[in-house]
Nanobody
Framework: VQLQASGGGLVQPGGSLRLSCAASGRIFSINAMGWYRQAPGKQRELVAAITGGGDTNYADSVKGRFTISRDYAKNTVHLQMNSLKAEDTAIYYC???????????????WGQGTQVTVSS
């Protein structure tokens, strides 16, 4: 299983970016998908997640600015980030909670991370 993230980059404060992550490989079913981030010197934290049923969860710091969505047919998750702030600067990691077979356990998989830098 691979998670391929894309869409990071450099943006000015107040700007927008859209991250995407596609899961591929031996996938039987995907429960939740989400985005985490890790800033220098800080622990990795949840940014946003979306369940198989479409329920979403956001970190308080991004509520009202970020929107997570999912393309179930393409095993893809997106994160639309608006009104970006300097404190959003971090490496963003895609995460998927999935099964590789009907009898397999549910395991966590991570993408390679994509850098988001918010600076003027």
């Amino acid at each position: 299983v691979q998670l391929q993230a894309s869409g990071g980059g450099l943006v000015q404060p107040g700007g927008s970016l859209r991250l995407s992550c596609a899961a591929s490989g031996r996938i039987f079913s995907i429960n939740a998908m989400g985005w985490y981030r890790q800033a220098p010197g800080k622990q990795r934290e949840l940014v946003a997640a979306i369940t198989g049923g479409g329920d979403t969860n956001y970190a308080d710091s991004v509520k009202g600015r970020f929107t997570i969505s999912r393309d179930y047919a393409k095993n893809t998750v997106h994160l639309q980030m608006n009104s970006l702030k300097a404190e959003d600067t971090a490496i963003y990691y895609c995460n998927a909670n999935l099964r590789t077979g009907w009898a397999s356990s549910v395991d966590n998989y991570w993408g390679q991370g994509t850098q988001v830098t918010v600076s003027s």
